[in-house]
């Protein structure tokens, strides 16, 4: 050992004395000790290398599992969570994060525990409520226990996931000009991949507007989590807001056409091998028309009223006791009866001298009517319900196979069979268009839907792929070296003088060792490692002489 410690010094090596760190690291790592350690030392840290990179890659990613909870409610959960054998933590901002695959089982945990139990929700707020408060503090508290209610209620809908309601409700007045009205504003966090629709929406407004009283629809107001407003008020806005009823209205004719189209052709061509488009010309005006007309030639007098006043229609005197009927007899009737040659006969001679006198005719001074008349009336009302259709364009764009083009007779009937599922009227100026083209890589691919690397089941297939190659590192680049090496000691033992042979074969199987000379080992030419080994490989292929050296080099140094 003390022979091979003796290069470090200058002297003994020929070489200047300076300080060379290189030298020096392989000097040490050139030590046998050293040499022998080497494999076990790489293998402890390969396996801490892999240990660590698994431990970064099989850790599944955090998520928020509450935020801004009073330090009570951190304590209970996490006390909660290490029961259950749920690895918790709390990150810079104060939030608790569990394990993604652990979130909705620590939530259910959780809320079987009724946690966090700092912020009573509903109308629990009011059981917390001291006595003596202001009249603002409990309109307040009163305020808060709607705002959570209502958030729970708009929270059991299957697509929302989070709510928040803020109402705004003024103060009574006794004055009608300082009257103003309540309202509300609602934010929804939506499920991933979720979506509100209008009769939700609508749900939601009638919802927050019949719990307060006297807020009308037109004041609620919803946003969901990426800032969008969702609800359409009535009011000031009605241009913005029929221009999107119209807009709707147009796409639900539309999307209505391309659902007959897809299931038309189908069957026909197959799912993916088409791709149809309609654009729909749609009448949207709202028309109302009254009429009224009269039968001027149909008239009935329904009533008249009036007087008139002219001479007596005897021609006598007006006698006998006034306001009563004269009662005198009637005036005899004269009878004429004509002759044969059709001249009237003279009249008979006068019967006695006293007889009355023939009658003269009655005539009229003056009169005045008041008559009126029904006449026919006839009302007609028109209205035209909007939604017809003025013009319809159809487009249909077919998958031609490579190298298999479209007959034309197969087109034509697949253009009949089009024009016939939506209703195509030639009157209305319709456009229907088939035809057959080849499709792009690009949509092709779109087709199939996200790509594989986003599917679920990548994460957990990297994680394990990961796991298995640190595991052959560690076995090939660690396992398998040490293992040579320790087969290599055994083998070089079992070469050495004086064990016993109990293969006679291992000599035969290990391989050639070149012999070593005098003349090597006394070369000056050869580096204190390369004359090192030439001992070694001299005393191990001729070990007696090694021991005569050995011998002689005592002796001369006892003499």
Do not use: C
Request: net charge neutral; hydrophobic share 40%; glycine share 8%.
């Amino acid at each position: 050992m003390s022979n091979a410690l003796a290069p470090a010094h200058p002297e003994a090596t020929g070489m200047p004395a300076r300080f060379d760190p290189l030298k020096q690291v392989s000097g040490l790592l050139g030590q046998p000790a050293v040499k022998r350690s080497l494999p076990l030392v790489f293998l402890v840290g390969l396996v801490l290398a892999g240990f660590l990179a698994w431990s970064m890659v099989a850790t599944s990613p955090q998520r928020i599992l509450f935020a801004n909870v009073t330090d009570a409610d951190k304590a209970a959960i996490t006390s909660a969570l290490d029961g259950a054998n749920i690895a918790s933590s709390i990150d810079g901002s104060g939030s608790i994060t569990v394990a993604e695959d652990d979130y909705h089982k620590a939530r259910m945990l959780l809320a079987s525990q009724d946690l966090p139990k700092a912020q009573p929700g509903g109308y629990a707020i009011l059981d917390n409520l001291p006595m003596g408060v202001s009249r603002a503090v409990e309109g307040e508290r009163l305020r808060q226990a709607r705002e959570t209610e209502l958030a729970r209620s708009i929270q059991e809908i299957d697509a929302v996931a989070e709510a928040r309601v803020h109402l705004a409700t003024p103060e009574a007045s006794a004055f009608v000009r300082d009257h103003a009205n309540p309202s509300a504003s609602v934010i929804v966090k939506l499920q991933p991949g979720r979506a509100l629709g209008e009769a939700q929406i609508r749900a939601i407004v009638n919802l927050v507007a019949s719990s307060v009283p006297g807020m009308q629809p037109e004041s609620v107001t919803i946003v969901d989590q990426m800032g969008a407003l969702l609800s359409k008020s009535g009011g000031k806005d009605g241009g913005a807001s029929a221009g999107d009823t119209r807009i709707d209205f147009q796409r639900r004719v539309e999307d209505k056409y391309r659902e007959q189209l897809a299931q038309l052709l189908t069957p026909l061509v197959g799912a993916g091998n088409f791709t149809a488009e309609v654009q729909a010309d749609v009448d949207l005006d709202e028309s109302q028309a009254t009429r009224e007309s009269y039968d001027k030639a149909g008239q009935v007098m329904r009533a008249e009223q009036g007087a008139w006043t002219g001479t007596s229609k005897d021609g006598a005197t007006p006698g006998g006791i006034p306001g009563t009927l004269s009662n005198t007899p009637p005036p005899p009737s004269q009878l004429v009866a004509p002759n044969a040659g059709g001249a009237t006969a003279p009249a008979a001679p006068a019967a006695t001298a006293g007889a009355t006198p023939a009658p003269q005719p009655q005539t009229k001074q003056s009169d005045s009517f008041t008559r009126t008349y029904e006449t026919g009336k006839e009302i007609s009302v028109t209205r035209a319900v909007p939604g017809n259709v003025k013009r319809l364009s159809v487009a249909v764009v077919l998958r031609e196979e490579p190298g298999k083009p479209r007959a034309l007779a197969e087109i034509n009937q697949l253009n009949e069979l089009v024009r016939a599922a939506v209703g195509y009227n030639a009157q209305r100026q319709d456009q229907v268009t088939v035809i057959s083209r080849k499709f792009s890589a690009a949509a092709e691919a779109g087709k199939d839907g996200p790509a594989w690397y986003e599917a679920a089941w990548v994460p957990m297939a990297a994680r394990n792929a990961t796991a298995l190659v640190i595991a052959l590192l560690v076995l090939f680049l660690g396992v398998r070296p040490l293992t040579k090496a320790l087969l290599k000691k055994r083998e070089d033992a079992s070469q050495r003088p004086g064990l016993p042979i109990g293969n006679p074969h291992a000599e035969a199987a290990s391989p050639p060792v070149p012999s070593v000379s005098i003349d090597m080992l006394e070369d000056r030419g050869n580096s204190y490692d390369d004359r090192v080994g030439l001992v070694r490989g001299f005393t191990r292929e001729n070990p007696a002489r090694a021991a005569l050296a050995v011998r002689d080099m005592i002796k001369a140094d006892a003499q």
